[in-house]
C-alpha cells in the first residue's frame, strides 16, 4: 500500500515539472480574455438582499407580514427536500475550504492574496460570487422556521473545519477537472432544486435556487473552456490527469459533512439527493458524459503517448461502464426488494425521512 500511494503521488507531481508550469504560464493572458470576464462586478450582481425580505426596505409591518409569507410558503416544502437544501448550503458555506484549495495549485494560486496575475484575480472573484450562496440559503433557513439553525450551523463548522481530501493537491491539470466538474454538479442540484420548490409553491425558495444555479453555470463555464485550452496545447498530460481523477472518483466536496450525531451523515443525505431526483448516479454519468464531448475526449489521436492513449480509452469507456453498474445496482435493489430506512435528520428536529440505502 505505502508503495502503490508512493507511485500514485509520483504521477501527479509529474504535473509540477517546469514544462507543465510554463503551459499554465503562458495561458494567463487566455484566462484573463476568457475567464475573467464571466465574473459580474458587485454592484450588477443580485446579492441575498435582494432575495428575502429586507426590514430596512419594508419597515416593521411589511417586513413582518413578507416573513409570515415566506414561512406559510416553505411550509409545504416536504422534509426530504429540506434535507437536500441543507446539505447544499452546507456545501456552498464550506467556502473557505475551496478557496483555500485553489491556492494550493502551482502556477496559478495567489501568492500574497492580492496579486495581480488573471488567476488570482478570479480565484478572488469566483470567491466573492460563491459567497453569496451559503449566504443567502442560510438567511432563508433562518426565516423559514423550518430548520434547526444550531445543528446546522454546527455542520458547517465541523466540515470546515474537516476540510476535504483532493487528489493532486498542487496540480492545476487535475484541480480544474475537478471544479469543472463540480461547478456543473452545483448548477444540476441547484437547478433541480428550483425546480422542485416552484411545483412545492415556495417561489422564494425556487428563485433563490435559480439565482445560485445560473452562477454555477457562469463558473462552469469557465473551468470547462480552462481545461478544454489546456487539452488543446497539452492533450497528453490533460487526458491522463482527467483518467487519473476518474479512477478516484470525483467525491462530493462536502464528503466529510458531520452533525455531531450521525456517523453516515453524508451518505444518509446521498441517498436523499438520490431519490429525491436533486442530485443522482444518473447526474454523474451525465456530467462524465458532457466532459468528454466538451473535450473532445474521444477524438484525441495526435501527440498522445501510449500511456495518454490508454487514459483516453479508459475515459471514454466509463460512462457506459457507469451505466452498466447503475442497472445492475437497479436489479439487484428490486430483487431483495430493498424497504426505505427511516433516517432522523438533527437539521430538521430529528424528524425521519425514508431513504433507500445502496
Not at 495561458?27 to 425580505?53: N, Y
Not at 466529510?256 to 451523515?265: K, P, T
Not at 435493489?333 to 430506512?341: D, F, L, N, Q, Y
Amino acid at each position: 500500500m505505502v508503495a502503490a500511494r508512493r507511485e500514485e503521488e509520483e504521477e501527479w507531481r509529474r504535473y509540477l515539472a517546469p514544462e507543465r508550469l510554463e503551459v499554465l504560464a503562458h495561458l494567463e493572458p487566455w484566462a484573463e480574455a476568457h475567464m475573467l470576464p464571466l465574473l459580474k462586478p458587485a454592484d450588477e450582481v443580485w446579492q441575498p438582499s435582494d432575495m428575502l425580505p429586507d426590514a430596512a426596505a419594508l419597515g416593521a409591518d411589511g417586513f413582518h407580514a413578507a416573513c409570515l409569507d415566506l414561512r406559510a410558503r416553505a411550509e409545504g416544502v416536504p422534509d426530504a427536500q429540506l434535507v437536500c437544501l441543507v446539505g447544499n448550503m452546507v456545501t456552498e458555506e464550506a467556502l473557505p475550504t475551496y478557496q483555500s484549495m485553489s491556492n494550493r495549485f502551482e502556477a496559478t494560486r495567489d501568492t500574497t492574496g492580492a496579486d495581480g496575475t488573471a488567476w488570482a484575480r478570479w480565484i478572488r472573484g469566483w470567491s466573492a460570487e460563491e459567497n453569496r450562496h451559503g449566504d443567502v440559503l442560510s438567511r432563508y433557513m433562518s426565516l423559514s422556521g423550518r430548520l434547526d439553525m444550531r445543528q446546522v450551523e454546527r455542520t458547517v463548522h465541523r466540515l470546515i473545519a474537516s476540510g476535504m481530501a483532493m487528489h493532486a493537491p498542487a496540480s492545476a491539470y487535475h484541480g480544474f477537472v475537478y471544479v469543472a466538474f463540480q461547478e456543473r454538479a452545483t448548477s444540476i442540484s441547484h437547478g433541480n432544486t428550483a425546480r422542485q420548490m416552484r411545483d412545492h409553491g415556495d417561489v422564494a425558495l425556487a428563485r433563490i435556487c435559480g439565482a445560485i444555479a445560473a452562477d454555477e453555470k457562469r463558473h462552469e463555464a469557465a473551468y470547462t473552456s480552462v481545461v478544454a485550452k489546456i487539452f488543446e496545447v497539452d492533450p497528453d498530460a490533460a487526458v491522463r490527469a482527467m483518467a487519473y481523477m476518474m479512477r478516484r472518483r470525483i467525491t462530493m466536496p462536502a464528503a466529510l459533512m458531520d452533525d455531531g450525531h450521525d456517523a453516515d451523515l453524508f451518505a444518509h443525505y446521498a441517498a436523499a439527493a438520490q431519490q429525491a431526483g436533486v442530485y443522482t448516479t444518473s447526474d454523474y454519468r451525465s456530467i462524465l458524459e458532457h466532459l468528454i464531448g466538451q473535450w473532445r475526449v474521444e477524438e484525441l489521436a495526435e501527440g498522445l503517448s501510449g500511456e495518454g492513449r490508454r487514459a483516453r480509452d479508459y475515459v471514454c469507456a466509463l460512462p457506459e461502464k457507469i451505466r452498466r453498474m447503475e442497472e445492475k445496482a437497479h436489479d439487484r435493489a428490486g430483487r431483495a426488494g430493498k424497504e426505505p430506512t427511516a433516517v432522523p435528520f438533527s437539521w430538521i428536529f430529528d424528524r425521519p425521512v425514508s431513504v433507500v440505502m445502496p
